[in-house]
Structures are given as C-alpha cells and as structure tokens.
C-alpha cells in the first residue's frame, strides 16, 4: 500500500500539463488466469502511450508494463489495462488483491475484445460483491476531458449490431473500473495495418483511450 499512496499524493489534484516528469510513469497490462487471451492486441497500449505523451502532454514510459492480479506490483501503477476474448479467473487472493488495488487509488480499464463479457462480470463480483456494473450516462466527465465524446463510447467494429456501452464499478463516488463494451477500442489503438481500419475511426479510439488515461490520472 505504500507504493500507491506515494503515486496517489502525485496525482490527486494535479492538472494534466503538470504531469510531465523525469521519470517516466508506467501503466500495465493485466496477465490474468483461466486461458484467455491478455495478450492479445500487442500494438494498442504503445500507440496508445505515444498518443497521450503527444496530445497530453504526459510522460509515460513507451511499452507497458505486464503485471499479475495476485502480485504486488500492481501498487506500483495508477493505470491496469486488460482485454481479450476468453476466459478469466480470478482466485480469491487475486480478487482481494484487485480489491485494495482499487479502493487504494487505482484505475482498472477493461476491454472486451469481443467474447470476454460473459467470462469478466462473474469475476467483478469476486472483487466487488456489493456493486453492480452501471452504464455511464454520455455526460460522464470520462467521456468530456481532453475530447468530446457526446454519444458516448466510438464504435470500432461490429459484431451484434449492439450500440457501444460504458459500464462503471463505483466505489464510494469514485470510478475504480471502466468496462468498454461492444466497442473493439483496443483495436482501435492497434497499428493501421493490423485491421486496416479508416484513420479516422483509429483517432476517435486513441482520442477516447487518452480519455481514459486522463480521467484516471487526475480524477480525485
């Protein structure tokens, strides 16, 4: 715990243009249990990075961090980031560890990466049993920082034909997990050879990404 609160006196409060540091943050990516794929769109979390450090003004380290939920590293960073399209599971040391990980300070954003819904909501109530996920409304100041989002979350790709939803865990007022939904934003953030997507949809995603980023550096 006393990592995050070290990182938690540096942030709280402080605008964007300040967190230019010489020591670069360093934001992870979730390595969970059950056989899913956490690793999957490698290229999203450095384009997204480079996105941020350009058009924010922060000073996060270019390639992310892998962190475990169990592991107590994940003190060590204000922002985790998980996606993919399996299966995941939480034990219980892990889910308590998420637990004070959040309540601490930190910020957890979930992708799914299409197949990783019905897998990721039992394992939430691991963490939080007495909360349930809720859509943000499209004036979530998540959806209002560096850019404008009046519909809410961009859609990427399509699956269902379901409309992109952003759902919420909130804590005691705070906002602790940022679930995107029907969304595919990670791919959004991957090189443009990947899916070869039209760049304008690719800039929504990184504009909504740095959103997020934003939002869980200086939220209080």
């Not at 360093?26 to 956490?38: C, F, M, T």
Request: with cysteine.
């Amino acid at each position: 715990m006393k990592k995050i609160l070290t990182w938690l006196v540096v942030w709280v409060g402080i605008a964007l243009n300040t967190l230019a540091q010489e020591r670069p943050i360093k934001i992870a990516r979730l390595k969970y249990g059950g056989g899913g794929d956490w690793y999957a769109n490698k290229t999203s979390l450095p384009n997204l990075i480079a996105f941020c450090n350009q058009h924010l003004g922060t000073n996060i380290a270019p390639e992310e961090e892998v962190v475990e939920p169990g592991s107590p590293e994940i003190f060590s960073y204000p922002f985790i980031h998980m996606t993919g399209h399996g299966n995941v599971v939480f034990t219980p040391a892990e889910a308590q560890n998420l637990r004070k990980y959040l309540i601490g300070g930190g910020f957890l954003h979930i992708d799914d990466n299409y197949g990783l819904d019905k897998f990721i909501r039992p394992e939430l109530k691991k963490i939080f049993p007495e909360l349930q996920l809720k859509e943000l409304p499209f004036d979530h100041p998540i959806y209002r920082q560096k850019f404008i989002f009046t519909k809410g979350l961009p859609k990427v790709h399509e699956h269902d034909g379901k409309p992109p939803q952003g759902f919420g865990l909130i804590y005691e007022g705070r906002l602790v997990v940022f679930y995107t939904y029907e969304c595919d934003l990670g791919n959004g953030w991957e090189d443009q050879i990947v899916y070869n997507d039209p760049e304008e949809v690719r800039q929504l995603a990184l504009q909504m990404g740095a959103n997020i980023i934003m939002y869980a550096f200086t939220q209080n």
